[in-house]
Nanobody
Framework: QVQLVESGGGLVQPGGSLRLSCAASGASGISFRIYRMGWYRQGPGKERELVARITRDGNTYHTDSVKDRFTISRDNARKMVYLQMNSLKPEDTAVYYC???????????RGQGTQVTVSS
């Protein structure tokens, strides 16, 4: 089992920045570094969508709507994953979830989420 706890959400004005953090614990017998880590979000009345993902090798993916504004990173030593969000827009308002999975398997874990609200 892997427990994921997100933090860093809040209320920010359009054009502002936030950094989300995800702390991982557990995963007894399995190193954190083997997990592919990702951030998902679900806005009001919308389906959950993948925002960004980072593999065990550090390869990243960002969905088109956040490219050049958001950056995902990981610190394997600290078992942390981050999402730096710049130039925030009202349409970025959502609950953001941290996710851990192992590609090719059914193993996946998700945190409880952190609310991000972009509003003036």
């Amino acid at each position: 089992q892997v427990q994921l706890v997100e933090s860093g959400g809040g209320l920010v004005q359009p054009g502002g920045s936030l950094r989300l953090s995800c702390a991982a614990s557990g995963a007894s017998g399995i190193s954190f570094r083997i997990y592919r880590m990702g951030w998902y979000r679900q806005g009001p009345g919308k389906e959950r969508e993948l925002v960004a993902r980072i593999t065990r090798d550090g390869n990243t993916y960002h969905t088109d709507s956040v490219k050049d504004r958001f950056t995902i990173s990981r610190d394997n030593a600290r078992k942390m994953v981050y999402l730096q969000m710049n130039s925030l827009k009202p349409e970025d308002t959502a609950v953001y979830y941290c996710n851990a999975d192992i590609p090719g398997t059914s193993t996946t874990f998700r945190g409880q989420g952190t609310q991000v609200t972009v509003s003036s």
